[in-house]
T-cell receptor, first 112, second 113 residues
Framework: DAGITQSPRHKVTETGTPVTLRCHQTENHRYMYWYRQDPGHGLRLIHYSYGVKDTDKGEVSDGYSVSRSKTEDFLLTLESATSSQTSVYFC???????????FGDGTRLSIL | GNSVTQMEGPVTLSEEAFLTINCTYTATGYPSLFWYVQYPGEGLQLLLKATKADDKGSNKGFEATYRKETTSFHLEKGSVQVSDSAVYFCALSERDSNYQLIWGAGTKLIIKP
């Protein structure tokens, strides 16, 4: 299995608080992605990174920011969490564009 | 724009039955095609892939053939097992879309003993 660790695995927090999710990889892959998975919506891309300090928006980026200060870590921040951001969040990595993506085990986030 | 359409689930089969999960796509160029599987409580795993027309991807008894003429990438397995119960996602990746994965909605497969 690809070396991808997501933390925390579960989190419950309150509306209006900031939340940061971490994705750590040991594969030295260039590309990293954050998705959310919701019933009826499948997987939706939030943000992705194609290198250190190089990031871009995905389909559902509003309310989220990301940072990548080193190859192995990709952070997703909910600046002011809302109940609509309750979801399962997956990190993925790939060696290059067009290569298969490998996924972490997910973070289940509940915003009350 | 690019899109992926999968058959709606859930698909319920008996053990040892033949499986087909349909996937069709729309793309402006020449995409790579993927099937991913998600077991309960887990992340997605790459099941198989095909990068050009007429390629056949295969893994764990599953197969899918890249059919450019019908823009399809149907997933098949000759004899399913209870352990194949999962959600299956079809996806495409294309250079013109910066290689972002375009996902189908997923098909839940339930295999009964």
């Amino acid at each position: 299995d690809a070396g991808i660790t997501q933390s925390p695995r579960h989190k419950v927090t309150e509306t209006g608080t900031p939340v940061t999710l971490r994705c750590h990889q040991t594969e030295n892959h260039r590309y990293m992605y954050w998705y959310r998975q919701d019933p009826g919506h499948g997987l939706r891309l939030i943000h992705y990174s194609y290198g250190v300090k190089d990031t871009d928006k995905g389909e559902v980026s509003d309310g989220y920011s990301v940072s990548r200060s080193k190859t192995e870590d990709f952070l997703l921040t909910l600046e002011s969490a809302t109940s609509s951001q309750t979801s399962v969040y997956f990190c993925a990595i790939s060696a290059a564009g067009g290569q298969p993506q490998h996924f972490g085990d997910g973070t289940r986030l509940s915003i009350l | 724009g690019n899109s992926v359409t999968q058959m709606e689930g859930p698909v319920t089969l008996s053990e040892e039955a033949f499986l087909t999960i349909n996937c069709t796509y729309t793309a402006t160029g020449y995409p790579s095609l993927f099937w991913y599987v998600q077991y309960p409580g887990e992340g997605l795993q790459l099941l198989l892939k095909a990068t050009k027309a007429d390629d056949k991807g295969s893994n764990k008894g599953f197969e899918a053939t890249y059919r450019k003429e019908t823009t399809s990438f149907h997933l098949e397995k000759g004899s399913v097992q209870v352990s194949d119960s999962a959600v299956y996602f079809c996806a495409l990746s294309e250079r013109d879309s910066n290689y972002q994965l375009i996902w189908g909605a997923g098909t839940k497969l339930i295999i009964k003993p």
